[in-house]
């Protein structure tokens, strides 16, 4: 075993665990919220099936993944736990969508009008709806996916009427910034295009808003978070993608 494994510390991810969900709380009750508003999303795309375990036999129950190819395997090794959700929060390519369908219960990175119409398509064939997020690209970020706030507009219509899936909210990836209060304006970017959005009146209000990682999931629950994608502080470990995209989860 490399010197580097070998001493690596060993997250207590289950005591790590707890200091998230005493951040999460303290966060609503600054902001006169209910904690059970929020949903904590547990980013596994670098965690091994172990740690996963541990993180659901401290009661954490939805995970997210960045990739469904590594997903997979985490998903058969666990099967056991069957009350486990999972999220994909990564890049999902239109010609795998019909993969993603069904294995998740919340598909948080749909990015275009075709992508929604690939996991339709497949979820109405199965009979099994599929929910799911809509990415916005709220600061207009060339390295990230996602509509842009006017290209979401003018398909929300078409994407609201797609049979088999469900748009249940919209997700963003904040930017990668040394203070949190710099993301504030972007996470309250998406809550104005949530009501943009549900006023168009095309669709029941939209309920979930993902966004806020690690480092700044305290300022999303003040903007209006429901669901927060939370990997370093669980886990205690980080990674790149080799493209250079930003992650969806940390």
């Known amino acids: 075993m490399p010197a580097e494994l070998a001493t690596r510390p060993v997250p207590d991810?289950?005591?790590?665990?707890?200091?998230?969900?005493?951040?999460i709380a303290a966060a609503c009750r600054a902001t006169g919220r209910d904690p059970a508003e929020v949903e904590?999303?547990?980013?596994s795309k670098y965690a091994d099936v172990e740690a996963i375990r541990a993180a659901a036999a401290a009661g954490q129950r939805a995970f997210g993944e960045n990739r469904m190819q590594e997903a997979m395997p985490k998903t058969e090794a666990l099967a056991d736990l069957t009350d486990l959700r999972w999220h994909l929060i990564g890049h999902l390519q239109t010609n795998k969508a019909r993969h993603a369908s069904g294995p998740f219960a919340l598909i948080e990175s749909v990015d275009s009008l075709r992508l929604a119409d690939a996991i339709g398509r497949r979820a109405d064939w199965t009979g099994?709806?599929?929910?799911?997020?809509?990415?916005?690209?709220?600061?207009?970020?060339?390295?990230?996916?996602?509509?842009?706030?006017?290209?979401?507009?003018?398909?929300?219509?078409?994407?609201?009427a797609l049979p088999g899936i469900q748009v249940v909210g919209l997700m963003t990836i904040g930017p990668l910034v040394p203070d949190p209060e710099l993301s504030r304006p972007h996470f309250a970017r998406l809550r104005?295009?949530?009501?943009?959005?549900?006023?168009?009146?095309?669709?029941?209000p939209l309920a979930e808003?993902?966004?806020?990682?690690?480092?700044?999931?305290?300022?999303?629950?003040?903007?209006?978070a429901t669901i927060v994608r939370v990997g370093t502080s669980i886990f205690g470990v980080s990674g790149a993608r080799r493209d250079g995209r930003p992650t969806a989860g940390g």
Do not use: C, H, W
């Open 128 to 160: 099994r709806p599929q929910a799911v997020l809509l990415q916005i690209n709220v600061a207009l970020d060339r390295s990230k996916f996602g509509f842009t706030e006017e290209d979401v507009m003018t398909d929300y219509p078409a994407l609201a």
């Open 40 to 43: 904590l999303v547990a980013v």
């Open 13 to 23: 991810v289950a005591a790590n665990l707890r200091a998230v969900r005493e951040r």
């Open 209 to 224: 808003l993902s966004m806020g990682m690690s480092a700044d999931f305290e300022v999303a629950i003040q903007e209006a």
């Open 192 to 204: 104005a295009v949530r009501d943009r959005l549900d006023a168009l009146g095309v669709a029941p």
